[in-house]
């Protein structure tokens, strides 16, 4: 397995990246289990809504932060972009910049290293995004008053993967991630605290196939032979190991739409959730009112961004 994520981070990364041989060893950075502490809460100096960098592994870091209204404590979200988009176009597509700063979050969206197309997954080679996306919860606690016991990831497709991947990286650190079209990219592991889990899904998604497989279905030349070296397991079949992992038991399937399947589970441990949300038809979209025709098609009677943030809402604190 191990074998078949390395050659995904190739497809996903080493098309136009620098070569991985020339880049550091990830090294996951441990997280220990996140205690009360008033951090920047006492602190008269803020972090300000806008761009802003921050160093980690010698490598200059960039990420874009929506602050919300109010004194806090406010729960944080990191905001994950997918292979070959940027921070700035996954805060437009994803829209949980605006709608989670008005929800009171306070959200990050990170853009991977320089010269990257995607980030570095987990216990692979490349720079070390588990070690920057943890010293950027550091940084944002420490300049926002923020509510360290409810942390939480989103992403789109790699950044799926990527959000996926930090549940166990982190040493369940995170109350809840949210990916969309990419929760088949890490398999599960079974030391993983209890961790809210909603996921989405298009059944006609050819980049990352619902019911697993080969990925990017319609490449050619060389990424077809480096993509024809990776099996993905079925969607379904993933969220249904996580679900086992955390305890989930009364596994449920309600129609949400004529599009849309909710599949569900009545009891996890510790009181968080798992959720998947199939779209039948669909792309490798977001679904909710953005459009990208070239990725297939989008569910437009389910808007993602407010799901994932009521399912936040109601996750349980570290």
């Given at each position: ?10 497809l ?92 009171g979050?306070i ?9 990257r ?10 720079p ?47 109350a ?8 088949n ?15 989405f ?13 080969h990925p ?39 129609a ?6 909710l ?13 998947l ?7 490798h ?15 437009r ?18």
């Amino acid at each position: 397995m191990l074998k078949g994520v390395i050659m995904l981070v190739l497809l996903l990364t080493g098309c136009t990246a620098a070569p991985l041989s020339s880049a550091p060893v990830s090294s996951p950075t441990p997280t220990p289990t996140p205690t009360s502490s008033a951090g920047g809460c006492s602190k008269s100096a803020r972090l300000g809504p806008g761009r802003h960098t921050l160093t980690f592994g010698g490598l200059k870091r960039r990420y874009l932060l929506s602050v919300p209204k109010g004194d806090g404590p406010h729960p944080v979200l990191l905001d994950l972009h997918g292979l070959g988009s940027s921070a700035a176009q996954q805060a437009a597509y994803s829209r949980l910049p605006e709608a989670g700063s008005r929800r009171g979050y306070i959200v990050a969206t990170p853009q991977a290293a320089e010269g990257r197309l995607g980030w570095t997954l987990p216990h692979t080679y490349g720079p070390d995004d588990t070690g920057f996306l943890t010293a950027l919860l550091d940084h944002l606690e420490q300049g926002l008053c923020a509510e360290r016991r409810r942390e939480f990831a989103a992403g789109m497709s790699f950044g799926a993967g990527m959000s996926t991947g930090l549940i166990c990286a982190m040493n369940g650190r995170l109350a809840g991630i949210a990916p969309v079209a990419g929760i088949n990219i890490v398999q599960p592991c079974a030391e993983a605290e209890p961790t809210t889990i909603i996921a989405f899904h298009g059944t006609a998604d050819d980049i990352v196939p619902y019911q697993g497989g080969h990925p990017l279905q319609n490449s050619s030349g060389r990424l077809r032979v480096l993509a024809d070296m990776v099996v993905l397991k079925p969607v379904e079949q993933v969220v249904d190991a996580w679900a086992r992992v955390l305890g989930c038991t009364g596994r449920t399937t309600s129609a949400v739409s004529s599009q849309v399947r909710l599949r569900g589970w009545k009891s996890c441990r510790d009181g968080v959730s798992v959720g998947l949300y199939t779209v039948k038809g669909g792309g490798h979209t977001w679904p909710g009112p953005l459009r990208v025709p070239r990725l297939g098609a989008t569910a437009r009677d389910l808007d993602a961004t407010d799901v994932i943030l009521d399912a936040f809402d109601r996750t349980p604190s570290r």
